[in-house]
């Protein structure tokens, strides 16, 4: 299986800032790689698919990019209701498969 | 606007067979574009893909669960299910339904139910 690491697994921030975080595969998924958003007890919300095409109705303020192992999540500037922990999930292969988890918390 | 729907048993004997269902309105479970997917979450921890189906029948499945899964689908209702055998408590978690859009290749899950929680305990 391909193993997907995120980092941090935790962030503190203000809102306002920029934070990105980071997404690695364990081997090449070229643009196979999506980002979900989670707020405590409910379901993930789907953000952005292949790196960096963002759902349609998801704030500009989320950018996502890289491509081959290393793929990073950027909230340009954080607002209240971005708090919360986010998700990389490849599918380059059909053994889909996500990273562990960044919770974004408020500084 | 898409809606998917877990209902099935909160809790299971271990050993036993976990079975979920989830209905899909606002949309044909049909559509040739989209694929229909179980997903699972333990308390505290990250995702788990278990396993998709399309509405021929077609399914694939997470390797590590295999032996033991089968999703199958009932396009006349508009639904499909899961079921789970020989569970053990590490199988206790939240069960989530999801529609997945395939990209060919790539792919990606843009709806998903609200979530069922299974714990398994005698």
């Known amino acids: 299986d391909i193993q ?33 958003q989670q707020k405590p007890g409910k379901a993930p919300k789907f953000l952005i698919y292949a790196a960096s095409n963002l759902q349609t109705g ?44 960044t919770k974004l918390e408020i500084k | 606007q898409v809606q998917l729907q ?12 976990l079975s979920l269902t ?43 669960l295999k032996s033991r899964v089968t999703i199958s689908v009932d396009t006349s209702k508009n639904q499909f299910s899961l079921k789970l055998s020989s569970v053990t408590a590490a199988d206790t978690a939240v069960y989530y339904c999801a529609r997945g859009f395939s990209l060919e290749p790539g792919a990606y899950f843009d709806y998903w139910g609200q979530g069922a929680l299974v714990t398994v305990s005698s």
């Open chain 2, 22 to 64: 989830c209905a899909v309105s606002g949309g044909s479970i049909s559509s040739d574009y989209y694929y229909w997917t179980w997903i699972r979450q333990p308390a505290g921890k990250g995702l788990e893909w278990i396993g998709r189906i399309y509405a021929s029948g077609n399914t694939n499945y997470n390797p590590s």
């Open chain 1, 58 to 101: 998801v704030p500009s303020r989320f950018i996502g990019s890289g491509s081959g192992t290393e793929f990073i999540l950027t909230i340009s500037s954080l607002q209240p209701e971005d708090f919360a922990t986010y998700y990389c999930q490849q599918s380059y292969s059909t053994r889909y498969t996500f990273g562990q988890g």
């Open chain 1, 4 to 36: 997907m690491t995120q980092s941090p697994s935790s962030l503190s921030a203000s809102v306002g800032d920029r934070v990105t975080i980071t997404c690695r595969a364990s081997q090449s998924i070229s643009s196979y790689l999506n980002w979900y």
């Open chain 2, 6 to 17: 877990e209902s099935g048993p909160g809790l299971v004997k271990p050993s036993q067979t």
